[in-house]
């Protein structure tokens, strides 16, 4: 079982900046952020596992970096360069050790917080 709860959602105009927390019981665990925008699937945006590892769905590769804090047990989402196509409710998802390549399939995180709204206005 991973507890997972997000902060640092807010608005913020096109070009702008944020970051996502997602603080966790237990950070040693392949790690995800999804979104789903209004009217829209959820989807897959970046990952990281055990070996922290990451990958990235191609819309925000080179503006999204995510990371794990193990001193704080967290796990990290910088959002920089955002679009208004960026907007949507973020969720952070937790599934089992592991140290291959990371899917962005929700089907692999049987853990989910309550997600955070990022609101990017152009």
């Known amino acids: 079982q991973v507890q997972l709860a997000e902060s640092g959602g807010g608005s913020v105009t096109t070009g702008g900046s944020l970051k996502l927390s997602c603080a966790a019981s237990r950070i040693n665990v392949r790690m995800a952020w999804f979104r789903q925008a209004p009217g829209k699937e959820r989807e897959g945006v970046a990952c990281?596992?055990?070996?922290?590892?990451?990958n990235y769905t191609d819309s925000v590769k080179g503006r999204f970096t995510i990371s794990k804090d193990s001193a704080n047990n967290n796990l990290l989402l910088q959002m920089d360069s955002l679009k208004p196509e960026d907007t949507a409710i973020y969720y952070c998802?937790?599934?089992?050790?592991?140290?291959?390549?990371?899917?962005?399939?929700?089907?692999?995180?049987?853990?989910w917080g309550q997600g955070t709204q990022v609101t990017v206005s152009s």
């Open positions: 990281i596992n055990s070996v922290e590892l990451t």
């Open positions: 998802a937790a599934g089992p050790i592991a140290y291959s390549y990371c899917p962005l399939a929700q089907i692999m995180y049987p853990y």
